[in-house]
């Protein structure tokens, strides 16, 4: 079958879904699929991305032309609305891959089986860096951002506990927070109130 009897094929088929012919539909969309694993392979191939993605990206496509076709316009040659839908997708599916690609990561089982106890050796340093930080802070900024930063209590419950007025919770934490972040990331002349 040739290029242009194929288009004017899978175009009949379309105008017979319009009228109610779902079975040369059904044909097209099969026929189309066909020749659509062979575009996404060979363009999956070029950009080294994985081939085991073609089959979902080709069902992206056909769902996108079986959701947009009423908007063809009969007047108008197929292949090129059909290529425009699948042209976009697959630099969709592409972008999405490459960027699943850069995430991944290669570990073998040993490794996998250690990343927990490894997160919890990295939260309990962590926690220590942030009980230095704030035993570096004033007595009273001190109090203020352990209860409400470490134990997760309100500015109006903090205010109760540490028998101060909320505003000056508010402002204590505020202050502290400030030199917190001055600290971790290193700058100089933090003064201490």
Same mark, same amino acid.
């Given at each position: 079958?040739?290029?242009?009897?194929?288009?004017?094929?899978?175009?009949?088929?379309?105008?017979?879904?319009?009228?109610?012919?779902?079975?040369?539909?059904?044909?097209?969309?099969?026929?189309?699929?066909?020749?659509?694993?062979?575009?996404?392979?060979?363009?999956?191939?070029?950009?080294?991305?994985?081939?085991?993605?073609?089959?979902?990206?080709?069902?992206?496509?056909?769902?996108?032309?079986?959701?947009?076709?009423?908007?063809?316009?009969?007047?108008?040659?197929?292949? %090129?609305?059909?290529? $425009? !839908?699948?042209?976009?997708?697959?630099?969709? #599916?592409? *972008?999405?891959?490459?960027?699943? +690609?850069?995430?991944?990561?290669?570990?073998?089982?040993?490794?996998?089986?250690?990343?927990?106890?490894?997160?919890?050796?990295?939260?309990?340093?962590?926690?220590?860096?942030?009980?230095?930080?704030?035993?570096?802070?004033?007595?009273?900024?001190?109090?203020?951002?352990?209860?409400?930063?470490?134990?997760?209590?309100? %500015?109006?419950?903090? $205010? !109760?506990?540490?028998?101060?007025?909320?505003? #000056?919770? *508010?402002?204590?934490?505020?202050? +502290?927070?400030?030199?917190?972040?001055?600290?971790?990331?290193?700058?100089?002349?933090?003064?201490?109130?």
């Amino acid at each position: 079958m040739q290029p242009h009897s194929q288009e004017a094929d899978w175009a009949v088929a379309m105008l017979k879904e319009r009228s109610g012919d779902c079975s040369a539909y059904e044909r097209f969309l099969q026929d189309f699929a066909a020749h659509l694993r062979r575009i996404v392979r060979w363009r999956f191939n070029n950009l080294r991305l994985n081939l085991d993605e073609t089959e979902d990206v080709v069902q992206e496509i056909l769902i996108a032309i079986h959701s947009r076709r009423n908007q063809w316009d009969a007047n108008r040659p197929l292949m %090129p609305w059909l290529n $425009a !839908i699948a042209r976009y997708k697959i630099i969709d #599916a592409a *972008r999405r891959l490459r960027k699943e +690609a850069h995430l991944k990561t290669d570990l073998d089982d040993a490794q996998w089986s250690s990343l927990p106890a490894l997160e919890q050796t990295a939260l309990a340093a962590s926690r220590t860096d942030i009980d230095r930080l704030i035993s570096e802070l004033p007595p009273g900024q001190q109090s203020v951002a352990r209860v409400i930063g470490i134990d997760g209590v309100s %500015p109006s419950e903090a $205010a !109760i506990q540490l028998g101060m007025n909320e505003n #000056a919770v *508010r402002v204590a934490f505020h202050r +502290a927070l400030k030199k917190l972040m001055a600290m971790a990331t290193g700058q100089k002349n933090v003064t201490r109130k």
